[in-house]
């Protein structure tokens, strides 16, 4: 995600607690031109400076977390504070948000940054969550992540789709005007990598109309997988 010169990197890493893991990461974050690098599903408790400052590199040097419970979840906002200042962090359940103001414009935003659940029986929580985070009239939101939910029936590549889920999804998204910021280069971004592979699309980033109008020349792609 690109616009006036920042560059955002969302990524479902999978775990924090591999050290060969650890450094894939760090090789994939010095490679791009990232300002701002929102991970997800950490399995870290904890995520220590030595970790952060490891993964972040010479430019990403602050950091906060959600603490994953016990191995599951987990979320980790890296910023180079050169170019953003990060501040009014809220951690809940599911999310991590904060306030974010580019240094070169003063252009301020809020930055909400999701891990959302597997388990059925939490989806209405996380959804709750979602509408809660809704900014004041007038604020520019960013909202990021791996959702472990569906938008659309075809976010997924087989029939067997829970469409009540998906309604909800979408009810909440209307609920506080959020709209999807179209991937360019990828149509699924999650495989069980079986060999006749169930395909979804996980992970997205919306935003409100006040940030669309402030910040309408943004770039989504995905890397590549390898």
């Known amino acids: ?17 591999c050290p060969d893991r650890r450094a894939t990461i760090r090789e994939t974050i010095a490679a791009t031109p990232c300002h701002i690098v929102c ?35 987990g979320i980790l906002l890296l910023w180079d504070e050169s170019v953003v200042d990060v501040k009014d962090v809220c ?11 580019i240094i070169s414009s003063t252009t301020t935003f809020k930055l909400t940054t ?14 709750q969550e ?4 809704k900014p004041p009239p007038g604020s520019k939101w960013l909202v990021s992540g791996d959702f472990n939910q569906i938008y659309h029936a075809q976010d997924k590549n087989k029939p067997n789709i829970d469409r009540s889920r998906i309604v909800c999804f979408r009810n909440a998204l209307n609920l506080y005007e959020l709209k999807e ?4 280069n990828r149509k699924f971004t999650w495989s069980n ?34």
């Not at 979602?130 to 985070?133: C, Q, T």
Request: aromatic letters at 12%; charged letters at 15%.
């Open 114 to 127: 999701f891990y959302g659940p597997t388990r059925s029986n939490l989806k209405d929580a996380f959804f």
């Open 1 to 17: 995600m690109i616009d006036q010169n920042l560059s955002i990197l969302n990524w479902n890493v999978q775990g924090l607690n």
């Open 181 to 184: 910021i179209h991937l360019q």
């Open 91 to 101: 951690i809940d359940t599911f999310f991590l948000s904060c306030t974010v103001t």
């Open 193 to 226: 990598e079986q060999t006749n592979p169930t395909l979804s699309k996980l992970d997205f980033f919306f935003c409100n109309e006040d940030w669309d109008l402030d910040l309408g020349t943004h770039i989504l792609h995905a890397l590549s997988s390898s």
């Open 39 to 73: 991970l997800q599903e950490t399995k870290l408790e904890l995520v220590d400076p030595f970790i952060a400052s490891f993964l972040g590199g010479h430019n990403l040097k602050n950091f906060v977390q959600r603490p994953a419970t016990g191995t599951r979840g």
């Open 130 to 133: 979602l509408i809660s985070e």
